[in-house]
């Protein structure tokens, strides 16, 4: 068994638009390792919640592979993927729209052991569930309820339940607390990692939110219109961000601390350029103060050592190795 | 000309619901100077939004009702004037930024008529044949290109609709720019962006500003006073150094708040949040409301965290004071902040 659980070769989703092809997902490798956290960053936009359905399939990859367990997801047909399905579930980001109204709470929760038939009869279903969500922190007096008498943040703990009643081994978190309120979203996400521990879970964790992405990831991979500018272990990326548009981003975050008042961070000019049939080389360029003409004909992938790699031919470094992933999944 | 623009005093707003009246805010008080800005830091519910409602008079007209206290701007009481008076002060010396650039600007007319209707309204000296001009040099002021006014929202990207937002609002230099969540919209390069101008605004323009925020990131770069709100009441009041500083004395519910967010500068394993939740506004504790959350609470001294009854008289929570430091806790003396 490879300590590698999760795979991504050459991952591309394009949209077909009126004006051309959509890049939402372009040319993405990545590895996220048994029991870890991938956290994936980037703005509205940059396709990272697009990569994370790619790899459960639940949109159809325009070309490349995922590899689970060294198994290809992307050319699985209906019934291994069904099968396929129970080890890898997917977390929602609103916790309002992503339950069924009309379920109770244990409809909702039961629901995949129902479709996979993994309890013998009702009284063993009904066992499990409570189980479940005693597991998430839910008291067992909402199992008859449904999702408007009940607050977000305990919402949120339902989807979670729903998620792991199929005893998942990788978990594609989607934004799963950013709907919450800080008092709540720090309650989730320490119910989260107490469960990582617990199950043994490996997680894709996709969020906008960096000091979230920081607290929970061991790994972070920065997207910016749909390719990954940037890729290193989470103290390595906050401590030595090498892309300009990760320095940049970091040092938009307002720190909640004295002596940053009225303190100008370094910006970065204009927005997000249009994904769609985007023009060779870094994307980030248009709004990049060190842009040369370089970076208009071509975007190397380097590989600053520590698992640090960086899409910017300023950054030295050895050229990083494309195969890479393909190594490490054979 | 008083020094104080702003000053609320005991403020008190039920909303009428199912379940009897919701009581959104408590009793609330403080006041805003000339060009100061001021953070109102809670989360959902904890009545933020409400009180900016209440101060240009926005409430829901049939839903919502103000209970008790008094809002005075510029020494004139708000709750007291005629809807003529109150027009002449709303949008033009008192102006408001809203949440959702996606909802709140009309879809169907252009940029420059939702910017040229407010200076119509409100600046009498500017003749028509200058409307567009200076219409121009507001768009200018907040980074959008004159070129693009008459373009309509959905052509703008949700940054450049928050500067439109923004745009209206101080349209006519307005005294009090109330920001109800003006960036939490938005992702983070861009809200350092609507950041940047705000600052840069707030200098030229002298304007005092109320923002009102979750966000403890966003509060420390602007703000010089700093309210915390929990269940409709201000918890702790001080200035930015007092709340921000971990050395000195806090309420319990700002040192929940400071350990929910996962901090980016330090390594810790775990964060410490506040267990349960905010209680429902119809059914408020009788003692301290932070209370059945608190690690610190003693029902001898915080209170009952039985619901109050109609009738009921809330235990009174003493306000520890220091200089603007202010802790309603009844952990702290004056002597201990």
Same mark, same amino acid.
């Not at chain 1, 956290?37 to 990272?48: A, D, Q, R």
């Not at chain 1, 000091?211 to 749909?226: C, N, Q, R």
């Not at chain 2, 006014?149 to 005294?175: D, L, T, W």
């Given at each position: 068994?490879?300590?590698?659980?999760?795979?991504?070769?050459?991952?591309?989703?394009?949209?077909?638009?009126?004006?051309?092809?959509?890049?939402?997902?372009?040319?993405?490798?990545?590895?996220?390792?048994?029991?870890?956290?991938?956290?994936?960053?980037?703005?509205?936009?940059?396709?990272?919640?697009?990569?994370?359905?790619?790899?459960?399939?639940?949109?159809?990859?325009?070309?490349?592979?995922?590899?689970?367990?060294?198994?290809?997801?992307?050319?699985?047909?209906?019934?291994?993927?069904?099968?396929?399905?129970?080890?890898?579930?997917?977390?929602?980001?609103?916790?309002?729209?992503?339950?069924?109204?009309?379920?109770?709470?244990?409809?909702?929760?039961?629901?995949?052991?129902?479709?996979?038939?993994?309890?013998?009869?009702? /009284?063993?279903?009904?066992?499990?569930?409570?189980? *479940?969500? !005693?597991?998430? $922190? &839910?008291?067992?007096?909402? +199992?008859?309820?449904?999702?408007?008498?009940?607050?977000?943040?305990?919402?949120?703990?339902?989807?979670?339940?729903?998620?792991?009643?199929?005893?998942?081994?990788?978990?594609?978190?989607?934004?799963?607390?950013?709907?919450?309120?800080?008092?709540?979203? /720090?309650?989730?996400?320490?119910?989260?990692?107490? *469960?990582? !521990?617990?199950? $043994? &879970?490996?997680?894709?964790? +996709?969020?906008?939110?960096?000091?979230?992405?920081?607290?929970?990831?061991?790994?972070?991979?920065?997207?910016?219109?749909?390719?990954?500018?940037?890729?290193?272990?989470?103290?390595?990326?906050?401590?030595?961000?090498?892309?300009?548009?990760?320095?940049?981003?970091?040092?938009?975050?307002?720190?909640?601390? *004295?002596?940053?008042?009225?303190?100008?961070?370094?910006?970065?000019?204009?927005?997000?350029?249009?994904?769609?049939?985007?023009?060779?080389?870094?994307?980030?360029?248009?709004?990049?103060?060190?842009?040369?003409?370089?970076?208009?004909?071509?975007?190397?992938?380097?590989?600053?050592?520590?698992?640090?790699?960086?899409?910017?031919?300023?950054?030295?470094?050895?050229?990083?190795?494309?195969?890479?992933?393909?190594?490490?999944?054979? | 000309?008083?020094?104080?623009?702003?000053?609320?005093?005991?403020?008190?707003?039920?909303?009428?619901?199912?379940?009897?009246?919701?009581?959104?805010?408590?009793?609330?008080?403080?006041?805003?100077?000339?060009?100061?800005?001021?953070?109102?830091?809670?989360?959902?519910?904890?009545?933020?939004?409400?009180?900016?409602?209440?101060?240009?008079?926005?409430?829901?007209?049939?839903?919502?009702?103000?209970?008790?206290?008094?809002?005075?701007?510029?020494?004139?009481?708000?709750?007291?004037?005629?809807?003529?008076?109150?027009?002449?002060?709303?949008?033009?010396?008192?102006?408001?930024?809203?949440?959702?650039?996606?909802?709140?600007?009309?879809?169907?007319?252009?940029?420059?008529?939702?910017?040229?209707?407010?200076?119509?309204?409100?600046?009498?000296?500017?003749?028509?044949?200058?409307?567009?001009?200076?219409?121009?040099?507001?768009?200018?002021?907040?980074?959008?290109?004159?070129?693009?006014?008459?373009?309509?929202?959905?052509?703008?990207?949700?940054?450049?609709?928050?500067?439109?937002?923004?745009?209206?609002?101080?349209?006519?230099?307005?005294?009090?720019?109330?920001?109800?969540?003006?960036?939490?919209?938005?992702?983070?390069?861009?809200?350092?962006?609507?950041?940047?101008?705000?600052?840069?605004?707030?200098?030229?323009?002298?304007?005092?500003?109320?923002?009102?925020?979750?966000?403890?990131?966003?509060?420390?770069?602007?703000?010089?006073?700093?309210?915390?709100?929990?269940?409709?009441?201000?918890?702790?009041?001080?200035?930015?150094?007092?709340?921000?500083?971990?050395?000195?004395?806090?309420?319990?519910?700002?040192?929940?708040?400071?350990?929910?967010?996962?901090?980016?500068?330090?390594?810790?394993?775990?964060?410490?949040?506040?267990?349960?939740?905010?209680?429902?506004?119809?059914?408020?504790?009788?003692?301290?409301?932070?209370?059945?959350?608190?690690?610190?609470?003693?029902?001898?001294?915080?209170?009952?965290?039985?619901?109050?009854?109609?009738?009921?008289?809330?235990?009174?929570?003493?306000?520890?004071?220091?200089?603007?430091?202010?802790?309603?806790?009844?952990?702290?003396?004056?002597?201990?902040?």
């Amino acid at each position: 068994m490879s300590d590698i659980l999760l795979a991504c070769n050459h991952l591309k989703k394009y949209f077909p638009t009126p004006a051309g092809y959509l890049h939402a997902v372009d040319d993405i490798n990545l590895t996220i390792p048994r029991g870890k956290t991938l956290g994936i960053v980037g703005e509205s936009g940059c396709g990272k919640s697009t990569l994370g359905r790619c790899i459960l399939r639940l949109i159809e990859p325009t070309s490349g592979e995922v590899l689970f367990d060294g198994r290809d997801v992307t050319k699985m047909d209906q019934k291994e993927l069904h099968k396929m399905r129970r080890e890898m579930q997917l977390i929602f980001q609103d916790p309002y729209a992503s339950l069924n109204p009309r379920k109770t709470v244990f409809q909702t929760i039961s629901e995949p052991m129902r479709i996979y038939g993994i309890c013998k009869d009702k /009284a063993d279903l009904e066992r499990r569930t409570l189980e *479940l969500m !005693d597991t998430v $922190g &839910l008291s067992d007096r909402y +199992i008859n309820t449904y999702p408007h008498e009940i607050d977000g943040g305990r919402r949120q703990r339902i989807g979670i339940a729903r998620a792991l009643s199929l005893d998942p081994k990788f978990v594609v978190c989607d934004e799963p607390v950013s709907a919450l309120d800080v008092s709540i979203q /720090a309650q989730i996400l320490n119910l989260m990692m107490d *469960l990582q !521990d617990k199950m $043994g &879970l490996t997680y894709m964790f +996709i969020t906008h939110n960096l000091s979230v992405v920081k607290h929970i990831s061991d790994e972070i991979a920065v997207l910016y219109l749909g390719q990954m500018v940037e890729r290193a272990p989470r103290n390595e990326l906050f401590s030595n961000p090498a892309h300009p548009y990760t320095q940049a981003l970091l040092s938009a975050i307002p720190i909640p601390a *004295l002596g940053y008042k009225d303190k100008e961070p370094e910006l970065i000019r204009g927005e997000v350029s249009s994904p769609i049939n985007p023009k060779p080389g870094c994307r980030f360029a248009p709004r990049c103060p060190y842009a040369t003409k370089q970076c208009q004909e071509e975007q190397p992938m380097r590989d600053l050592g520590n698992g640090h790699i960086v899409a910017c031919h300023r950054c030295g470094g050895a050229p990083a190795n494309a195969g890479a992933a393909e190594m490490a999944a054979g | 000309m008083s020094e104080k623009l702003l000053e609320i005093n005991g403020l008190r707003i039920e909303y009428t619901s199912e379940n009897g009246p919701a009581k959104a805010v408590n009793g609330i008080t403080f006041s805003l100077d000339r060009g100061q800005s001021m953070g109102l830091v809670g989360e959902t519910g904890a009545g933020k939004t409400t009180t900016a409602l209440s101060i240009l008079r926005l409430l829901p007209k049939y839903t919502a009702k103000v209970t008790g206290g008094e809002i005075r701007f510029d020494g004139r009481d708000v709750m007291s004037v005629s809807e003529a008076e109150m027009r002449a002060i709303r949008g033009g010396r008192a102006a408001m930024i809203f949440q959702d650039p996606m909802t709140s600007l009309d879809p169907v007319i252009t940029v420059r008529d939702q910017i040229a209707e407010v200076l119509l309204l409100h600046r009498e000296d500017l003749d028509r044949a200058n409307v567009d001009a200076e219409v121009g040099r507001i768009l200018e002021m907040v980074g959008i290109p004159a070129a693009r006014m008459h373009e309509y929202p959905h052509q703008f990207s949700g940054g450049m609709k928050q500067r439109v937002m923004i745009a209206i609002a101080i349209a006519c230099n307005p005294e009090l720019l109330i920001a109800d969540e003006p960036t939490t919209a938005l992702d983070v390069t861009i809200q350092a962006q609507v950041l940047s101008m705000m600052r840069r605004l707030k200098r030229e323009l002298h304007s005092a500003l109320l923002l009102i925020t979750h966000d403890l990131g966003v509060v420390a770069s602007i703000c010089d006073i700093i309210g915390i709100m929990y269940a409709g009441e201000i918890v702790e009041f001080g200035t930015l150094e007092d709340i921000f500083d971990p050395e000195k004395k806090h309420h319990p519910y700002t040192v929940g708040l400071f350990g929910s967010i996962p901090n980016l500068t330090m390594d810790a394993e775990r964060l410490s949040p506040i267990p349960g939740l905010m209680p429902d506004p119809t059914d408020l504790p009788a003692g301290c409301s932070f209370g059945p959350r608190c690690p610190h609470y003693d029902p001898a001294r915080c209170g009952s965290t039985d619901p109050v009854g109609s009738a009921g008289t809330p235990t009174e929570i003493p306000i520890a004071r220091k200089g603007q430091h202010q802790i309603r806790c009844v952990l702290y003396a004056d002597a201990d902040l």
